[in-house]
């Protein structure tokens, strides 16, 4: 099973630049689909960006243009590249991981905040 731990959240201005990474240990990276997901105080988690084990991505429409998802499994890393962010982009974002076979597996979060 594989561990995620989740970084470079923060607190950032309107129109600004964040750049969200997950590690993971315990397991070959390149075994999993991979996904980013964030939930605001009060609704669903929802899905951000997911890349494929072979690096296919898809995009939620409010992330299309804005942020860019990208793994590298020599360094067992997924990355969430987020810019002009925008105050309803506040959310904990999480990182997932989802096997051919098995549960997926998430990470503990990381807190965004997009404010004046």
């Known amino acids: 099973q594989v561990r995620l731990v989740e970084s470079g959240g923060g607190l950032v201005q309107p129109g600004g630049s964040l750049r969200l990474s997950c590690a993971a240990s315990?397991?070959?990276?390149?075994?999993?689909?991979m996904g980013w997901y964030r939930q605001a105080p009060g609704k669903q988690r929802e899905l951000v960006a997911g890349?494929?084990?072979?690096?296919?991505?898809n995009y939620a429409e409010s992330a299309k243009g804005r942020f860019t998802i990208s793994r590298d499994n020599g360094k067992s890393t997924l990355y969430l590249q987020m810019n002009n962010l925008k105050p309803e982009d506040t959310a904990v974002y999480y990182c997932?991981?989802?096997?051919?076979?098995?549960?997926?597996?998430w990470g503990q979060g990381t807190q965004v905040t997009v404010s004046s």
């Open positions: 997932k991981a989802r096997p051919a076979m098995g549960n997926d597996n």
């Open positions: 315990g397991s070959i990276l390149s075994l999993y689909d």
């Open positions: 890349i494929t084990r072979v690096g296919r991505t």
